[in-house]
């Protein structure tokens, strides 16, 4: 059974750093890319940022550019989101997901608040 | 980028009605469409992947089909569970960028 858990996030004051994490199972994790999307409050998905899996190559949007840094770690299974720089505008739920191939897995989120 | 242009927006629909919802890609995408719904407070459920494929568990009232770039979201018979939004994800290549959203709301 696949499962993506990611962990992470919290309040934090903008400017302020955050890192996010997200653990993958039951399916070969350095075979795939892996991706973040988020959702602000009463808004739509945004696709944030993806990494590749064993050739790695790293994706950022516009949004998020020279500010969030994506890595994995496939030694163990998991992905992780680094947000420096935050503003408000980066509040979200994140969602981790395996987005490619024929069917996509996504976890559950976690609330990332940017507030002072 | 490759641009998910969905419609429409929103949707004001009875219980029993047939619904379609489009998506339309800027380019191909062979046939990696996803199709998720969404409720508030919710994570997006996946119902199909690759265009026409129903997820597992997921009523075989919904379904969905492909012309060239034009992929479609069909609920055959709507029932008050459906009603929340309904978003078009493509997986073809990075950014698997999303469509903006569907409201799908009761009449």
């Known amino acids: 059974e696949v499962q993506v858990l990611e962990s992470g996030g919290g309040l934090v004051q903008p400017g302020g750093s955050l890192r996010l994490s997200c653990a993958a199972s039951?399916?070969?994790?350095?075979?795939?890319?892996m991706s973040w999307v988020r959702q602000a409050p009463g808004k739509g998905l945004e696709w944030v940022s993806a990494i590749g899996g064993a050739y790695v190559g790293t994706y950022y949007a516009d949004s998020v550019k020279g500010r969030f840094t994506i890595s994995r770690d496939n030694s163990k299974n998991t992905v992780y989101l680094q947000m420096n720089s935050l503003r408000a505008e980066d509040t979200a739920i994140y969602y981790c997901?395996?987005?490619?191939?024929?069917?996509?897995?996504w976890g559950q989120g976690t609330l990332v608040t940017v507030s002072s | 980028d490759i641009q998910m242009t969905q419609s429409p927006s929103s949707l004001s629909a009875s219980v029993g009605d047939r619904v379609t919802i489009t998506c339309r890609a800027s380019q191909s995408i062979s046939t990696y469409l996803n199709w998720y719904q969404q409720k508030p407070g919710k994570a997006p459920k996946l119902l199909i992947y690759t265009a026409s494929s129903l997820e597992s568990g997921v009523p075989s009232r919904f379904s969905g089909s492909e012309t060239g770039t034009d992929f479609t979201l069909t609920i055959s018979s709507l029932q008050p569970e459906d009603f929340a939004t309904y978003y078009c994800?493509?997986?073809?290549?990075?950014?698997?960028?999303f469509g903006q959203g569907t409201k799908l709301e009761i009449k």
């Open positions: 994800q493509q997986s073809y290549s990075t950014p698997q960028t």
């Open positions: 997901a395996k987005l490619g191939g024929l069917r996509p897995y």
């Open positions: 039951g399916f070969t994790f350095s075979s795939f890319a």
